[in-house]
């Protein structure tokens, strides 16, 4: 089976940095990604990582270290449209499956 | 392009009713994945498909049929409606590790 853990809700300041954990627990994982929604929204593709180490695009990073079964997304220079909910998920087989997602409240 | 499109926008059912959600996307992929998202409860894998012709089980399959006639198309079925698949649906396709949702269906169930 596979599950994934990651915090329910974060809150950040404007311009701040803030990072949003996922751990996992699954068998045949071989990549981690990142998505994005806001409210009323459908999901969008933010980032993946198939092999240890940090990806970076823009703003936003992810980082995966297989041997601790963990992963994470750095938000940097945080703006209000920032305000959304954050999914990890672990692409297994030929599945994709979604933690519960992170609520993400920035503070001006 | 339209990318991934769902329809209906909107849905009322009755319990014991049946209908047909489907999705459409005009970017050849071959795979593609039917969720439901709850409040709390992120987004569970009801089915998906690797190809046309194919369907598979995801996390929560049961109440729920699909079928991969065309390539560009994956209809989820609801045979009888109950009041627990209440639920907005989205649809995605994938290329390689990315995938594209579409704007989903608000399904509600009384």
């Known amino acids: 089976g596979q599950s994934l853990e990651q915090p329910s809700e974060v809150t950040a300041v404007e311009g701040a940095i803030v990072q949003i954990n996922c751990t996992y627990q699954?068998?045949?994982?071989?990549?981690l990604s990142w998505y994005q929604q806001h409210d009323g929204g459908a999901p969008t593709f933010l980032s993946y990582n198939g092999l240890d180490g940090l990806e970076e695009t823009g703003r936003f990073s992810s980082f995966l270290s297989r041997s601790d079964s963990y992963g994470y997304l750095l938000l940097q220079e945080l703006q209000m449209k920032d305000s959304a909910s954050y999914f990890c998920?672990?692409?297994?087989?030929?599945?994709?499956?979604f933690g519960k997602g992170t609520r993400l409240h920035i503070l001006p | 392009n339209a990318g991934v499109t769902q329809t209906p926008k909107f849905r009322v059912l009755k319990t014991g009713q049946s209908m047909t959600l489907l999705c459409a996307q005009d970017?050849?992929?071959?795979?593609m994945y039917w969720y439901r998202q709850d409040p709390g409860m992120g987004l569970r894998l009801i089915h998906y498909s690797v190809g046309e012709g194919t369907t598979a089980k995801g996390e929560v399959p049961d109440g729920y049929n699909v079928s991969r006639l065309k390539k560009q198309n994956f209809l989820l079925g609801l045979e009888s409606a109950a009041p627990s698949q209440t639920s907005v649906y989205f649809c995605?396709?994938?290329?390689?590790?990315?995938?594209?949702f579409g704007p989903g269906t608000r399904l509600t169930v009384t």
């Open positions: 699954t068998s045949g994982f071989y990549g």
């Open positions: 995605a396709s994938s290329w390689h590790d990315e995938q594209y």
């Open positions: 998920a672990v692409h297994r087989d030929d599945k994709i499956i």
């Open positions: 970017m050849n992929h071959e795979y």
